[in-house]
């Protein structure tokens, strides 16, 4: 079992930045880390992941924008947020799981993960 717990949402003008954190319960350096993001009226989505191996994914909308990282001891996700747009604006979720092996885009499907944080809330104004 892994609990997660995110923070760092927001409100911020287009253009700007945020940073996303993701504290997560116990040492999660054998698990597949994510972060998602949902807008009212879509399904969620994968933004970006990183795998057990430290190698990461990110979705074409996000490319050169955002940042995914975890810090030393591996029980914190990052999610750094720059240039951000309107259309980013979205409840953000971390999450996690003991992936077998996935690359490429299919490791930012939501069904993949089974442990999921409260999500916060990123709103861009124009």
């Known amino acids: 079992q892994v609990q997660l717990v995110e923070s760092g949402g927001g409100s911020v003008q287009a253009g700007g930045s945020l940073r996303l954190s993701c504290a997560a319960s116990?040492?999660?350096?054998?698990?597949?880390m994510g972060w998602f993001r949902q807008a009212p009226g879509k399904e969620r989505e994968g933004v970006a992941t990183i795998r057990d191996d430290g190698a990461t994914i990110y979705a074409d909308s996000v490319k050169g924008r955002f940042t995914i990282s975890k810090n030393g001891a591996e029980n914190t996700l990052y999610l750094q947020m720059n240039s951000l747009k309107p259309e980013d604006t979205a409840m953000y979720f971390c999450a996690a799981e003991r992936i077998r092996y996935c690359s490429g885009s299919y490791c930012l499907s939501p069904s993949l993960y089974n442990y999921w944080g409260q999500g916060t809330q990123v709103t861009v104004s124009s």
């Open positions: 116990r040492y999660t350096g054998t698990y597949y």
